[in-house]
């Protein structure tokens, strides 16, 4: 109930945002977020949190600069914070892929994750109502367990991007500048790339061609590990049994990858 009068007041005014409002909004979104990335295993955090870590270090000194900022006439300092509230939306709609990327690796609960996209939803309100033009969409969804378990090229991807941070996390700290940052980045961009497939039916052959680009992109990434993995077997001395395990996965995702391309062309062939 607080969370509706909060949202009726700035109604009520919608270029006069009191001062301390969006602050006090974002100061929750970031101690949410602080809290969960410091819980984070340490060999884990170097994989998974500074991305996080770092905007979120940067939206906070930004969005205290607005207030904090000098100048000379009311004015100015509209325009300069309208200008700044639209940047830092845009920067708080880019936390979606560390975001997924977090909550897949870690297998975070629905819930926990509703909790920290309504903050973000939160802020991306509140600083809509810092400019006249139109409202900037909050982009960030939830990872949606019950589309991944159901799809099997998703549930086999998933599986190998947390098998993947798990070998990388666990290995020597010594390849992780090499090969680990390598590995990591791929299999993070395959995966985000089906992400960004799935969320949506295609209705238009223009919504069409950008899923089948989303699956063409994850389906180059996927093929650009096959090199740093055997290399990280070899650096490794990994059993048959992991070489196997890790290997099939890929295979396996590339499979799927090619055959849901050619059903997709005949699912949407007809769109306009």
Same mark, same amino acid.
């Given at each position: ?67 904090? =900022?000098?100048?000379?006439? +009311?004015?100015?300092? &509209? ?8 940047? @830092? *939306? !845009? ?103 089906? =992400?960004?497939?799935?969320? +949506?039916?295609?209705? &238009? ?8 680009? @989303? *699956? !063409? ?56």
């Amino acid at each position: 109930m607080k969370q509706r009068s909060d949202n009726l007041a700035v109604l009520r005014s919608k270029r006069r945002i009191a001062q301390s409002e969006f602050e006090n909004a974002f100061s929750e979104l970031y101690q949410l977020s602080m809290m969960h990335t410091s819980r984070i295993p340490k060999r884990r955090q170097k994989w998974l949190c500074p991305e996080i870590d770092n905007r979120m270090n940067s939206l906070y000194r930004g969005l205290m600069h607005i207030n904090d =900022i000098y100048f000379r006439n +009311k004015v100015e300092r &509209t325009g300069y914070a309208a200008r700044a509230a639209k940047r @830092h *939306i !845009s920067s708080l709609n880019a936390l979606e892929k560390p975001l997924m990327i977090l909550w897949n690796v870690q297998k975070y609960e629905t819930g926990a994750m509703v909790r920290w996209v309504s903050k973000i939803k939160q802020e991306v309100y509140l600083l809509n109502r810092m400019h006249d033009d139109e409202d900037i969409e909050c982009e960030i969804s939830v990872l949606d367990w019950w589309a991944i378990n159901n799809a099997s090229f998703l549930k086999n991807m998933s599986e190998l991007h947390r098998y993947t941070h798990g070998k990388v996390a666990n290995a020597y700290t010594a390849y992780d500048g090499t090969e680990g940052s390598l590995l990591t980045s791929l299999v993070n961009d395959a995966f985000y790339e089906l =992400i960004l497939a799935n969320k +949506k039916i295609p209705e &238009t052959k223009a919504e069409y061609e950008d899923r089948r680009q @989303h *699956i !063409s992109n994850s389906i180059t990434y996927l093929k650009e590990m096959n090199r740093p993995m055997l290399f990280y077997f070899n650096l490794m001395q990994y059993s048959e049994r992991i070489m196997n395990e890790w290997s099939e996965l890929l295979v396996n995702e590339l499979k799927m990858l090619s055959s849901l391309q050619r059903s997709d062309k005949e699912r949407f062939k007809t769109l306009v």
